[in-house]
């Protein structure tokens, strides 16, 4: 008899066993938000060391070359022969990416010959994610996209990335809602050799230099994060989608439904709640939260304009 109570005893009613699995849910709830923001956090500081990368990249192509890397239209434009070269593919070897570099070949037109950066030696190569061109907390966009504007063939498979570079506040097209200074990019249309930021698809014609950095290189934003599920430029061989604007703020999502295409929605954009993440002219990175004033987040974005900003501003 003695046994059997000592037995009872150690067994587990439904209401005792109810509770546990109550509270164990409970403990799962209280601890999800936490693992999933420390995850996000990795994610984050990943992203971050992208950047920091691809700044001392930039950096080191222009303590060898004089210059901030150049990127060329995909068809003729200013005189050169559009190749379709990207900034992004000139400081392939400064991210431990030679052989990567040395295999393209970006002899020719672009557009609409189907040389330059269109290759047929080059698909392979072009199709390829370059891992310090993704940011980890973008998992919500395929890393290939088959519509690139003016690719050829038009289906042609080419790799994303998250990061553009910055033109400055250039209010593309003509046509934001959100204003900005007149459009830069298309030399063929605007006649502007240069823009206001650091690159831009014809920036062959008026390379930047460190000494044009007259608003301070720790004030001037290079380098920022972008979402290719918003833009279908946003590809790192091709020079017309390694730029982005400042016209309209962090993280503007234009409305469902929308065009990948259209040149008012573009912007600096990521996954990372409140803000983004921008590589500045001397190499350190910062976040930068949506929320930012409008006139101190452009300003960032020039090299030249002369605008009066402090670090407290962001």
């Known amino acids: 008899m003695h046994a059997k109570a000592v037995e009872r005893q150690l067994a587990f009613t439904l209401v005792e066993l109810l509770v546990v699995i109550t509270i164990i849910g409970i403990l799962i709830a209280l601890l999800l938000p936490a693992v999933q ?8 500081m990943q992203c971050a060391n992208n950047l920091k990368q691809i700044g001392l990249a930039i950096l080191n192509y ?3 070359y004089g210059c901030f890397p150049i990127s ?14 990207s900034w992004t593919v000139g400081i392939l070897p400064f991210l431990e990416q030679q052989s990567l570099f040395d295999s393209l070949n970006m002899d020719g037109q672009a557009y609409p010959a189907g040389h330059g950066i269109f290759n047929p030696e080059n698909h392979k190569w072009i199709g390829e994610p370059v891992p310090a061109y993704l940011c980890p907390s973008d998992n919500a966009q395929d890393m290939v996209k088959t519509n690139v504007w003016q690719a050829v063939p038009a289906d042609l498979p080419m790799a994303v990335t998250n990061y553009a570079g910055v033109m400055g506040p250039h209010n593309l097209g003509n046509s934001s809602i959100f204003g900005g200074l007149t459009d830069c990019h298309c030399y063929s ?17 008026m390379p930047p230099t460190l000494a044009s950095f007259r608003d301070g290189t720790s004030n001037t934003t290079i380098v920022g994060e972008v979402l290719p599920l918003y833009n279908d430029f946003n590809v790192w061989a091709l020079g017309n989608g390694t730029w982005q604007t400042t016209h309209a703020p962090i993280n503007y999502f234009p409305p469902e439904p929308f065009n990948a295409w259209d040149w008012a929605n573009q912007g600096f954009r990521g996954r990372h709640p409140g803000g983004a993440q921008f590589v500045f002219a001397d190499g350190h990175v910062s976040f930068l939260a949506q929320t930012i004033n409008t006139d101190t987040y452009r300003a960032l974005s020039t090299r030249h304009e002369g605008e009066l900003i402090s670090g407290t501003d962001y």
């Not at 060329?72 to 070269?85: C, F, R, S, T, W």
């Not at 502007?192 to 014609?205: A, K, N, V, Y």
Request: glycine share 12%.
């Open 37 to 44: 923001a420390a995850r996000e956090a990795a994610r984050r």
């Open 62 to 64: 222009e303590s060898q």
């Open 72 to 85: 060329i239209a995909q068809y003729d434009e200013g005189g050169a022969v559009g190749n379709g070269l």
């Open 189 to 205: 249309a605007w006649f502007h050799r240069e823009c206001t930021g650091t690159f831009w698809r014809h920036s062959h014609l």
